[in-house]
């Protein structure tokens, strides 16, 4: 079973149908599974680079922001549920959350040439990589 919670200002207009399916099929696709919760989370600007500047030093603004809550690897996935530091007595594996910058995915999308969804597709699915320990190379 795989728990998506999806939060958003009710005036970004996202497809959260979209955002679960960019989710369950890339855990899908690195044959993930087992009890796993991910948070997704669309901000305004403010917000993120709020986040930004709290966890990063930094003083701007970004796109995408992932905080995970587990040491995970796609690897160590495969025998899932894993539990990281305390065991969960639920026994689920909170992968952590993805907090996506909705006037960054319209400018984002605007300078790519596609759309708004296809954009926070991308983001959920980048940030979703972090969370499993898959980071730029």
Do not use: C
């Amino acid at each position: 079973m795989i728990n998506i919670i999806i939060n958003s200002d009710p005036r970004y207009n996202i497809n959260k149908d979209n955002i679960k399916a960019v989710v369950l099929d890339k855990l899908a696709k690195l044959r993930i599974s087992g009890r796993i919760e991910v948070g997704i989370n669309i901000v305004g600007d403010r917000k993120m680079h709020e986040l930004n500047r709290k966890y990063r030093g930094l003083d701007s603004t970004t796109n995408v922001l992932s905080f995970a809550l587990e040491d995970a690897s796609p690897s160590s996935l495969q025998h899932v549920p894993r539990i990281g530091f305390v065991a969960a007595p639920d026994k689920w594996l909170r992968l952590g959350d993805i907090v996506v910058s909705y006037p960054q995915v319209i400018e984002d999308a605007s300078l790519d040439g596609i759309s708004v969804d296809e954009e926070i597709k991308n983001l959920i699915s980048h940030g979703l990589n972090h969370l499993l320990g898959i980071h730029h190379s």
